[in-house]
T-cell receptor
Framework: DSGVTQTPKHLITATGQRVTLRCSPR?????VYWYQQSLDQGLQFLIQ???????AKGNILERFSAQQFPDLHSELNLSSLELGDSALYFC?????????????FGPGTRLTVT | GDSVTQMEGPVTLSEEAFLTINCTYT??????LFWYVQYPGEGLQLLLK?????DKGSNKGFEATYRKETTSFHLEKGSVQVSDSAVYFC??????????FGPGTSLSVIP
């Protein structure tokens, strides 16, 4: 158990809908990362927050947005969902920022868009 | 741009065989390098890391050395066990905090 929690575990929704994925980092970790894992794209970095502020951005679509709240939990919002958004979404956390920081991954949320 | 290339497998080995999973990278500057492991139905777990050239990361019998001259970070284990069956990801982290993962290598160890 990494100490990172993600809810829900599974989510099934229809095209065009909007969903929110939630992540609680390990106690004491200030940095949160979001990743998308799919069979065709592999593991893709989406976005990182540090202490409430956006710090790094990867291959995140405009239909997706995220935020980190004062209690340090983070939410990833996915809107106008398409079939291709079906994937595993992972959250990870680390104590701070920097090259050597280790990330601890949550168990993931499996999103299925029908 | 920055990228990670690793052998995709799947790799199938007998128990107690020697394991090598190749990983090479392209990056500007001096990234940190990581190996993560993903067991079926679980999230990724950090296996080992190296933060500068010639550093050797090691954990649970796995080793990898950061080779700047060959831009490589190959994962090795002298004697694999059935419990090592998983998907292994090589990753780099840049100074901008972006983390780039390789495609993953699936390993199956048979008794």
């Amino acid at each position: 158990d990494s100490g990172v929690t993600q809810t829900p575990k599974h989510l099934i929704t229809a095209t065009g809908q909007r969903v929110t994925l939630r992540c609680s980092p390990r106690s004491g970790d200030l940095s949160v990362y979001w990743y998308q894992q799919s069979l065709d794209q592999g593991l893709q970095f989406l976005i990182q927050y540090y202490n409430g502020e956006e710090r790094a951005k990867g291959n995140i679509l405009e239909r997706f947005s995220a935020q980190q709240f004062p209690d340090l939990h983070s939410e990833l919002n996915l809107s106008s969902l398409e079939l291709g958004d079906s994937a595993l979404y992972f959250c990870a956390s680390s104590v701070g920022v920097g090259l050597a920081q280790e990330q601890y991954f949550g168990p993931g949320t499996r999103l299925t868009v029908t | 741009g920055d990228s990670v290339t690793q052998m995709e497998g799947p790799v199938t080995l007998s128990e107690e065989a020697f394991l090598t999973i190749n990983c090479t990278y392209t990056a500007t500057g001096y990234p940190s390098l990581f190996w993560y492991v993903q067991y079926p139905g679980e999230g990724l777990q950090l296996l080992l890391k190296a933060t500068k050239a010639d550093d050797k990361g090691s954990n649970k019998g796995f080793e990898a050395t950061y080779r700047k001259e060959t831009t490589s970070f190959h994962l090795e284990k002298g004697s694999v066990q059935v419990s090592d069956s998983a998907v292994y990801f090589c990753a780099l982290k840049t100074s901008y905090d972006k983390v780039i993962f390789g495609p993953g290598t699936s390993l199956s160890v048979i008794p």
